[in-house]
């Protein structure tokens, strides 16, 4: 019990799990050439953790009762890394479910605290386990061919039930220690069997983890300076008829409430991309004015023009991150968690608007963002001299300084890791459409028709 060292999270990996990448199954995670870097920064975020704990309790840990405590964690939790950002996702996904359901099904709100107490104890890592694999996505799924295209119940006993199916895009689903599993969306009734939620060790017999990556495969690591030394898999998660205790499932059957730990996972998560957006598009102005003044065109008045839309940018989705936060509400058990409308609205602003400032920024630093060479071609003895001399723009701008602030623009936003980004930038929390839903719901636009009605000097009572 207690907190985790970084070696003995590396460790902990050695339990039998099922783990495969590239067709083989991985049983030294931490000494694998790929997946084992991945590793090593999970065991730094532990050891860095570690000097941040507070009465011997990760801060990832605990449930926030105030908007200074939220606003402290977002931040811990966003430097600690991935994987301390899905645990306190996790975490804070069953809390805030629990506050929803505890009138309704107080048994299950005794199990979540068990099992938040259990993980904190033992400073576990939880990945959320939500996408199904859906099938025919015009189909319910009592209404699919194969009723294992969303992950359902397949035999009860009296100790607990079988899963059988998949659950897609889950980072570092095979670096935790536990799969947080929940329905993927609202269930009707029919889909008893749908409806389930529950926690699944990595290393459950049936589970099987297939794993792919944005790690880059360059054999130099100069060429990739942001994805080569951070990186993190993501796992296509199998229930080969996975068995599940009781005392472990936290929804089984009740329909009406199966929506209740996706749209809570929703709001974490969305919170989380949101503070990573607001850093991001920091990133991107920063590359592209650094980039702008290495080719000589920072005072162009179209370059002035496009930096200064994703100056504006940037100061949006950080503005709704601040009152996303800064409104924060108190809910059941004295729990503080974010706005909905602005965190809604700050997501959904900044995926929406992503493509745009990469367009931006790719426009201002020109073609060499993915034709530059490689920086152990500029120490070739034939070719090195010349390719400094090319790549040089004035004094000042060495040839060697802008090939590598092209392999960094390139790395962040026009390779693997940049693609990775683009996608989950969307689809992380969900999509576009629900962000939409979401803000909408909680937007005062009631408020709103009063105010234009008092405008127009027309009576509330006169509106159709």
Known sequence: ????????????????RATFFEGERVDDLPGHPILGIAVDRVADGYDWLAGQAVDGVSPVMGVPTSVEELRSKVEVVHHAGMMAHVTYTSLMTLATAAGRIADVAPAYVER?????D???ARDLRIT?????????????????DDPDAYLHVVDRTADGVVLRGAKLHITGASLGHELLTIPTKSMKTGEEEYSIACVVPVNAPGVKIVNTTYAPRGHDPRDFPISGADHYPEGFVLFDDVFVPNGRIFLDGETTLAGT?????GLWERLGGLAAMADGAD????????????????GEGHIREKISEMIIHATVIRACLEAALSHAEAGVFGAVFPSELYTNAGKYTGAANYNLMLRHLHDISGGAVVTAPSM???????????LRKYMGTRRGVDGEYRTRLFHAIRDFSADAYGGWSQVTNIQAGGGLYAQRIVTRKHYDLEGAKRSALRLAGIAETDAP
């Open 112 to 116: 979540i605290q068990a099992f938040v």
């Open 118 to 120: 259990d993980a904190t």
């Open 128 to 144: 959320q386990c939500i996408t199904d694999a859906k099938g025919d996505r015009s189909r319910p799924p009592a209404k699919q």
């Open 283 to 298: 990133l991107l102005v920063g590359f592209a004015q650094l980039v702008a003044e290495a080719n000589g065109l920072a």
């Open 376 to 386: 152990s071609d500029l120490e070739n003895d034939e070719t090195g001299g010349l």
């Open 1 to 16: 019990m207690g907190l985790m060292t970084g070696d003995q999270y590396k460790a902990s990996l050695d339990d039998g």
């Open 261 to 265: 730990f996706a749209h809570c996972l």
